[in-house]
Each structure stands twice: as C-alpha cells, then as structure tokens.
C-alpha cells in the first residue's frame, strides 16, 4: 500500500533534475546570468485604459512617455486583442488605438520600462513655453505679491526661487498661500507665481514612483526652466529633491487620454521597480516566449509584485520542515512562522520582531481580558483583531511623534497574522500554561528569523524570481527532509538521562 | 566545550544504541504505517470510543448520559442518579480541559473534587459552554459527556497528589510494548500530564512492579509531596489491564496506539481514553528504548502464521518476551536509592 523508500528517492532526483534542466534551459538558452552581478534598477510601468464602448467606431489616444533625465526608455509595448495599434513619434510622443466595432467594458495595455540612470543628463526636451502676464482678482493679488516678495528675497536663481515658493504653497499655517490655494490648484498657483516673476514654468502630469503600487493616477507637476535645464516642483508634497521620484508621462503640455467613441473612461497605473544584472537581456526574451519560458516577467505588473513574495514562501517552508525535522524546535501552528517571516519581509527584520513582540504581549494581555466575556472563538478573534488594529495604530502614532517613523508601516497582511498568533498563543496559554507559551513562541520566533535570514538573501530573491525551475528543486529538498527518520537534535538533549543512567550504571559496577 | 556538549547532549549512536525511538521515526515507521487515517476519529472523540468500547463489552467508567443540545442542559439531573458523584466531560475536548468533577450532590448544590461547593447554575453554565464549543478544538459544538466517578485504589493513595493515576500502555501491533504510570503531583496541578510534572513510571509489563521513574524527563526516587518511595509501586490485578490494553487494539484496528487505564476500587481495570499519537516520553519513564521491543514485535507476528493471536496469546508473549529486563532494571532502581 505504501510507496517503497527508492519510489521518494527516484521522484527527487526526477524534480532535481527537471528543475536543473529548466534552470540551465533558462541560462544557456535565454541567457539570464546565475549571478546577480552588477544591478541595474528597472521601472515597469503599466499603464490600464478602462471605458465603456458605445457599439461603435473607438478611437484612443494615450500620451506617451520617452528619455528624460534620469531615466532611459528601454522597451514597450501593448496589449489590446482586435485593436489596431499606432506609435506616433512626434514632439509629442503618443500611442493610437483604433478599432471598427466595440461594445461593452474595454481595456487596452501599455507597458513600458524604463531604466534608471541618474548619471545621464539629456538635453531639456522641447522649448520653454512663453511666459503669460498673470492677472489676479481682488484679493488675491496681494497674497500672491507678499507671497512671491518674501521667496524672491531668499533665492538666488529661478530654481531657488520655485523652491521656496512651493515650501510656502504646502505650508498650511500660511495664511497667503491659504487663500491661494483656495481658488486655485496648488500646481496651477505655482506656475502663475513663477509667470509672475518671468520664470517659464508649465504643468505637466507625471508619476511618482513607489515600488508595488497599483491603481495611480498621474499627478500634476510643475516644470520650471533655467536656461536649458529644467527641474520638476510638487506643490502638494513640497520634497526637497523630487526629480528622481518623478517620472514625466508627458514632454509637452496636453492631454493625457483621448477617447472617441467611447464613455466613462479612466486611465490607471501600476508600477514595480526590479534590480537586474547590467547585461539586460532577460527583459526582452522574457516577452516573446513567455510560455515555454515560464516567465513570472510575462505576467502583467500588478501580478508580478505578488509572486515576487509568493515565489519565496516554498523555500520559507522548507526552513520550518527541515528546523522541525531536524532540531525538532515546537512552533505555534505549523506554517505561521513562515506567514510571521513574511511581515518581516515587508516590515524588515528589526522593527518586525521589535513591533511583533510588542504587540502580541499586549495582545495576550488584551486577551486575558477578554476572556472573561466567555465569547465564542470566532467572536473572540474578531475582537482580537479589532484590539490589535488599535495597537499598531497607538504603535504608529507614537513611533511617529517620537521620530521612528521608518519601519513602522504596518500594512494589513501583518496584521491579520499578528491577531491569529495572539489568538493561538492564548489558547495555548489557557491549555498548556504559561511555559509552553514561551517555549512555542520563542520557537515560532526563532524559526521565522530562520525563515526570514534565508528569504531576504539578494540572491535567493534573484534566483526564485528568475528561475522558476528551482522551485521543484526546493520540493525535491522537501521531499528528502520529509523522509528523514533519524533523531532530532532536541531529542538528543531530551533522552541524554537514558544514556547518562547506563554509564552511572556501568561506572558502579566498575 | 565538547565536554559541555556531550554533558547536556547524547550522541545519535549511543541513542541508538539504547534503541530509542525518535519523533521522526514514530510518525513515519509506526504512525504512517500502522495508523491509518480514517480510524482516528474513533480515538479522537471519546463518545465514540466509549460506545466502541461498550460493544467490544472493554469496561469504562459507566455512561450516565449524554447531552447534545442547549435544552438538554436544563434538566440534566433528569439523567443522574441522585445524590452521587459524576464527571462532566468534553468528547472532543484535549488535555483535560473542560473536565469538572462531583463528588457529592445535595440539596441542589454541588461539590466539586477541590472540596468546593457550587450551585446548579453553575453546572448549567459549564454544560452549555462546553456544549457551544468553549473547550473543543477549533471551537466546534461539542457533546457532553457524564460518567459515573472512578474511585482510586486506596493501595495507589501515597503515590498521588490529589488526582487519580491512571496507566498509559502502549499497544504496537495488538501487543502490549510499554507501560507507564502517570502520578499527578502539586507541580502538575493534579493532573496526569508529564508535561506538566506528572511523575512516569515505568512499569515492568511481566510483573507489573515500577522499575523507574522520571519527572519533568528527568529522574526521580520519590514523590515530592507525599515522599513515597516510587520503586515499591506495584500495580495489582495487571494481567487484566494487559488483556484490557490488547484488545483495543481489536476494537480500533489501530496498530500503534497508547490505551490509557485506570484502577478503580471497585470494578477493577477501566479503560478512560485512546490515543493514535502516543508519546515518547514512556522511554524516559522505564529507562529503556521503545525500537527493539517494536523490532523484536515486529520477528515475533511475523512468525505467527494464519489468522492473528488472540489478545490473552498476545499479552502472555509480551509478558514473557520483556520480562528479561526485570533483573537489570530492579538492581538499576536500587542503585539510585543508595546514591541519594
């Protein structure tokens, strides 16, 4: 009935060497390096037209993004079944979708990377545009002259000059820039203060880059011109040194999205940066033959950033199987260490386990309270959950007004891991005691920094990630690990009286 | 630092040597192979192996009642002789949680084993808890389970603290392999846990003597709090708990299994509960390895050919084939006396 033991053998070294063959497949054949070597860092940016199709005729134009300072256009390309599609390479770069007859919800894809390289100065692309003489109403003259007097004072060129004026615009206890902004947008009362003072300056939509982010919108940004260089301002955010987080979606003023023939449309964005080796290959391959290729590069972005930390939980299982197997360390529920590993991942390690056993002592504290309401186990959890929101919160707040703000974004993923381990630990606590609390949790601990030490390697992440053949390689470990029937090395400590009774024995008979 | 190692560390060959049998090899050599799937909820709910239990006619502490639903709960002593002791019990419940035990009922209250009295409402309260799932697992609805009192030997009185020991055997294959006694203690709160300083001890399967004892998996000579010597505990009547052992393994089919009894003063063996994942700490407490008693086990039945041994042939062949340790293991006991 059971599976002979040379059965498991043949069925890892079959994986292995299925999984070696793909990797070599993907080394020797599409040319992706073994080792991470020297890395570029890539932007993806995808970019989603949404609209409804009126049954007719639709015509769609998307502007398009090109080389700016500080980053290099590599590749694109779309994704739009029937539609026919057009690059048109003009001062302004944009992208036609035409198609004769469509009907109900659409959604056409243009994804592009883009390369970043702070070292590269091109040329500024395209002339300042004129300056407008600005008339103000009432009293909005004043403010806008007061405002510009005081930044004029304290800058040296027009640079400066934008700078100051938009730490003064995202000031909110400035009464002037108040009564701005409450006519006028933040980038529009910029470029208006800027034409006041003859500096050439215009709003242009870009993106500010955030690794993982879906659903974006372009924002405005305000261009402003000093001889043949320019630099982008963020009235809202007011940075010190905005350009590298900015990408420009536009070169010149002008619409972003033209829709004929259609209703309700929407543009959204996603994004993801990636470290690759300098020789950049991969990219380029990785879209032609995405099927054989197994490629995770061939998915749409958004998926993409969820596989980047999916395609490491196999090998954050085979830690807590092989530290079960082999040191037979107790945890608290079999894969959560590798759910805790995985907070670290997003939190990093210090501020995770820092934040972690805060939170589930607190959390164990809350708990005991609650357990005198006599609730039901998934009413307690819920409150459990409820109680540990409010602590990250507190958590939050006061790291943040202590100056400890960076590590402490505690996004929702941790959280619903943090409320299971109080409710588990707490169960344990009531049957166990107080003991095997500590024992499990320094266990699920110590196995979750395992876990996480071993998934946060560069070249772990670059390996799972580019070559997915090693994942069968990681079950083949697995598999093998599974079968092992030795002892564990907790056991020998365990046993060590069986043992150390016979020598007592022998030590009095001699 | 090797020397410190191997103070606090056994080597895995002189584990091997003793034969002692690991987790790793538990699960896949005696669990995964002998204890299939679909038979552990006959173990794992204790209704369920108590009417078992019943039909295969394996004495149990007898079944009062069973309540299953919130209105029940209302006229539960419509179930219970009047005036004497029960026990509540979770079916689905694990290490003894939710268990309450009365010793007395009059006037419409109660008296719990600490001497304690609580009302009716109380027993109320805890029936419809247990029955809402408060101490399952998982929280799932549970069934209530009353059964009559065990009453403890009085010959086992100076061994215990508090609770009733109860005898762990573990059955490999429908043999008896291993015996220990659990003896509550004030550490382990009463209860029979040896995780939670319950004293094991082991128990010679031919004679039914104690032959070693450990506490917190470490040994030990004497009960802490009664100071009772442990090497003269000798369990009476032991040939019937072997029988009675054996033959759950007929009832359960399960071929690696820890049949947990006690001795009551009156009616003699019982069986309480069964487990399908016995532990390894009944190595500790006999100070002997489990693997080549499985091993000798193993050689012995496949010697047998035909249908298998009746339980009262397996029981007198485990007696007669781990009584050779008798000798050592007395002297053994002995030894750690004089050094103390």
């Known amino acids: 009935m059971k599976a002979p033991r040379s059965t498991l053998l043949w069925t890892a070294l079959l994986l292995i060497s299925l999984g070696l063959l793909h990797t070599s497949w993907r080394h020797l054949v599409h040319e992706v390096p073994l080792l991470p070597g020297s890395q570029v860092e890539y932007w993806d940016i995808e970019a989603r037209v949404e609209l409804q199709a009126q049954g007719e005729e639709v015509e769609v134009i998307l502007a398009l993004p090109q080389s700016q300072p500080g980053f290099l256009l590599q590749s694109e390309h779309t994704a739009s079944p029937g539609y026919g599609v057009n690059f048109v390479e003009e001062e302004f770069r944009r992208l036609e979708w035409s198609i004769r007859e469509a009907e109900g919800v659409q959604w056409l894809y243009y994804r592009t990377q883009f390369q970043v390289d702070p070292k590269r100065h091109l040329p500024a692309v395209g002339q300042p545009p004129d300056v407008r003489s600005q008339s103000w109403e009432g009293p909005l003259e004043t403010a806008a002259a007061q405002l510009l007097r005081r930044s004029w004072q304290e800058s040296a060129n027009n640079f400066s000059l934008a700078q100051s004026l938009t730490r003064r615009l995202s000031d909110a206890s400035n009464e002037n820039a108040g009564l701005l902004l409450n006519e006028l947008s933040g980038s529009e009362a910029l470029v208006r203060l800027l034409n006041e003072a003859e500096v050439p300056a215009r709003i242009l939509y870009g993106l500010r880059l955030e690794d993982g982010r879906r659903n974006q919108r372009l924002q405005p940004l305000v261009q402003v011109f000093q001889d043949e260089e320019w630099r982008l301002y963020d009235p809202v955010q007011a940075l010190e040194e905005p350009a590298q987080n900015y990408l420009l979606w536009q070169q010149a003023a002008g619409p972003i999205l033209e829709v004929m023939g259609g209703q309700d449309s929407q543009v959204r964005f996603s994004m993801l940066s990636s470290q690759e080796p300098a020789s950049g290959s991969v990219h380029a391959l990785a879209i032609g033959d995405a099927l054989l290729n197994l490629s995770i590069h061939s998915l749409p972005l958004a998926e993409q950033a969820v596989f980047r930390t999916l395609m490491l939980l196999p090998l954050g299982a085979l830690v807590v199987v092989a530290l079960r197997v082999f040191v037979g360390l107790k945890t608290s529920g079999t894969f959560m260490p590798v759910l805790i590993a995985l907070a670290f991942l997003e939190m990093s390690l210090l501020p995770g386990v820092t934040t972690f056993l805060i939170i589930v002592a607190a959390g164990l504290i809350l708990r005991q309270l609650l357990a005198y309401l006599n609730l039901l186990l998934v009413a307690r959890v819920a409150a459990v959950i409820v109680c540990v929101i409010g602590l990250i919160a507190l958590m939050s707040v006061v790291s943040f007004h202590a100056g400890i703000s960076e590590g402490m974004q505690v996004t929702l993923f941790p959280m619903i891991i943090l409320a299971w381990t109080i409710e588990r630990m707490s169960i344990l606590w009531e049957e166990e005691g107080a003991k095997e609390v500590f024992v499990q949790g320094a266990g699920s601990l110590i196995t979750a920094i395992a876990a996480f030490l071993v998934m946060d390697q560069l070249w772990v992440r670059y390996w799972l990630f580019n070559f997915p053949g090693l994942q069968l390689v990681v079950m083949a470990m697995i598999l093998i690990v599974g079968s092992y029937t030795g002892y564990r090395l907790l056991e020998l400590w365990r046993f060590k009286p069986l043992v150390a009774q016979e020598k007592q024995d022998q030590n009095n008979a001699g | ?340």
Request: aromatic residues 6%.
């Open chain 2, 1 to 340: 630092m090797l020397a410190s190692l191997s103070k606090w560390f056994a080597s895995p060959g002189e584990l091997r040597r003793k034969g002692v049998l690991g987790m790793n090899e538990r699960n896949l050599s005696c669990i995964g192979q002998y204890n299939p799937r679909r038979l552990f909820p006959l173990v794992d709910d204790k209704l369920q192996t108590k009417l078992l239990a019943e039909d295969y006619q394996l004495a149990t502490p007898k079944l009062l009642a069973v309540l299953r639903s919130q209105i029940e709960v209302k006229n539960f002593e419509r179930y219970l002789p009047s005036g004497k002791g029960f026990a509540i019990k979770p079916a689905k419940g694990s290490g003894g949680k939710g268990i309450l035990v009365i010793q007395e009922a009059r006037d419409g209250r109660y008296r719990k084993a600490s001497g304690k009295w609580v009302s009716r409402q109380h027993l109320e309260r805890h029936l419809s808890n247990l029955i809402s799932g408060l101490y399952s697992l998982g929280g799932n609805p549970d069934v209530a389970i009353i059964e009559s009192l065990i009453e403890s030997d009085p010959t086992f009185e100076n061994y215990t603290f508090e609770g009733v020991p109860d005898i762990r055997i573990v059955v490999y294959r429908g043999y008896p392999a291993m015996a220990m006694m659990r003896l509550s203690t004030h550490a382990s709160d009463g209860k029979a846990n040896l995780h939670q300083g319950a004293i094991g001890v082991g128990i010679d399967l031919a004679t039914g003597k104690a032959t070693n004892a450990v506490q917190f998996d470490r040994p030990v000579s004497f009960h802490p709090d009664t100071g009772q010597a442990l090497n003269e505990l000798e369990i009476g009547d032991w040939r019937s708990m072997l029988l009675l052992a054996s033959r759950c393994y007929d009832m359960t089919g399960l071929g690696y299994l820890g049949a947990d009894l006690v001795l009551d003063a009156n009616q003699g063996a019982l069986l309480l509960e069964l487990n399908a994942r016995p532990g390894l700490a009944i190595q500790l407490a006999n100070g002997v390895g489990l693997a080549p008693r499985l091993k000798q086990l193993d050689l012995w039945s496949q010697r047998i050919k035909g249908p298998e041994q009746p339980s009262e042939d397996r029981v007198a062949a485990a007696q007669q084939l781990f009584s050779t340790e008798l000798a050592s293991t007395d002297i053994c006991m002995d030894k750690v006396h004089h050094v103390e």
